[in-house]
């Protein structure tokens, strides 16, 4: 299984245009398209047939998943001041 990093940002039009930015993980399924998933977003998860389709996909999930954390009167966490960084081990 491969794994796609993207990073993805978001402009909230509806929160006086703020901008957040997330890392987005894609998942290469064994039977075709990939499953996306949003780290600083706990269960926020897509997919699509194709790479592209997947991140507009996201994006989409992203801005209801923010809609709904702003009218809940929650934090917005986003990948802003993350570092990211890839390890290689042998098992």
Do not use: W
Not at 9 to 34: A, D, R
Not at 78 to 86: C, G, H, K, V, W
């Amino acid at each position: 299984m491969s794994i796609v990093h993207y990073q993805l940002s978001i402009i909230l039009y509806f929160c006086g245009m703020e901008t957040h930015t997330y890392k987005l993980l894609l998942n290469k399924e064994p039977e075709g398209g990939y499953t996306v998933r949003v780290p600083s977003l706990p269960g926020c998860v897509t997919c699509g047939d194709n790479v592209e389709e997947a991140i507009e996909h996201a994006k989409e999930a992203i801005e209801l998943f923010l809609e709904c954390l702003i009218e809940d009167g929650e934090p917005i966490p986003d990948d802003q001041n993350t570092l990211e960084y890839s390890i290689t081990v042998t098992a």
